[in-house]
């Protein structure tokens, strides 16, 4: 009897094995197949222009091979380079066949950045081109001038404060998400998306510091990257007010970044 049941038992137990492998791989492939596909945008901007020409800024959003024309926001940031702090944000028009566009006409000389803010489908992205406009900056007289501008600058920046004035490092980008209609008591979430060399900034550490000109009081909060490059945290207005949000960004290898922004809080 005992010699029966052997072949049955060693058959059953090759069918349980056969089985666990056959739903680990399903599992495995379920969970791949979740993975969201990453979001590109290709940003297109003549690289030269004359003072006072309306500029066409074209954007177009896919992912993987479909084109994305839900995206949540589309904005596009411009400022003069090296004055980042004026930066100003145009809004995008959605074509609805993937593409997003605006125009903008520069009354100076000089070399602009445009960067373009791109967040659908929970996911962010923002590369950035350069525009000369006129004459730019490129004359030897003016890139000797400049040099020593910048000499005296790196030396000002070591001496002095440093918070308005403060210019990224070569490669590090930030985006600050602006929290809309804020109300004192109800809780909100703040929201930074960070990017270096063209790639999502990843474990980085990352800190909203909180004020306004009425206290002394500075309050901070530790954001948690939510996923690649985004990071978030919450907090309660107590009061209405203007309040200034200050992110502070720093890594391993020795990167200390900040980006100082306003909130009205009614």
């Known amino acids: 009897m005992k010699k029966r049941l052997w072949p049955i038992m060693i058959g059953l137990f090759v069918l349980v094995l056969a089985a666990c492998g056959k739903t680990g791989n399903e599992v495995e492939e379920v969970k791949e197949d979740d993975i969201p596909k990453s979001i590109d945008a290709e940003l297109e901007v003549q690289e030269t ?3 006072g020409e309306a500029v066409p800024l074209k954007v177009t959003v896919t992912q993987g091979d479909e084109k994305v024309a839900d995206a949540d926001e589309v904005e596009f940031e411009i400022w003069e380079e090296e004055n980042k702090e004026d930066s100003e944000m145009i809004k995008s028009k959605n074509n609805k066949d993937g593409t997003y566009e605006a ?3 520069f009354d100076t000389d000089g070399v602009y950045i445009v960067q ?3 967040t659908a489908r929970g996911l962010h992205t923002m590369p950035k081109k350069t525009v000369t406009v006129g004459e730019g900056t490129a004359d030897e007289e003016g890139d000797h001038d400049h040099g020593e501008h910048a000499e005296h600058s790196e ?11 403060h210019q990224h490092a070569e490669g590090f980008s930030m985006h600050f998400m602006e929290p809309k209609n804020v109300e004192a008591g109800k809780k909100i979430e703040l ?7 063209n790639k999502p900034m990843e474990a980085a550490r990352v800190r909203f510091e909180i004020w306004n000109d009425g206290s002394d009081k500075h309050e901070f909060v530790d954001a948690k990257e939510s996923q690649a490059g985004e990071y978030t945290g919450h907090y309660e207005f107590k009061e209405s007010g203007k309040y200034k949000v200050q992110v502070h960004v720093e890594n391993d290898e020795g990167l200390h970044e900040h980006e100082e ?5 009614k």
Do not use: P
């Open 191 to 197: 929201m930074a998306h960070l990017e270096l060399e």
């Open 103 to 105: 125009e903008k006409s």
């Open 49 to 51: 222009a004359n003072v």
């Open 155 to 165: 030396h000002d920046q070591h001496d002095g404060d440093d918070h308005d004035e």
């Open 261 to 265: 922004h306003e909130i009205e809080v």
């Open 116 to 118: 373009v803010h791109v």
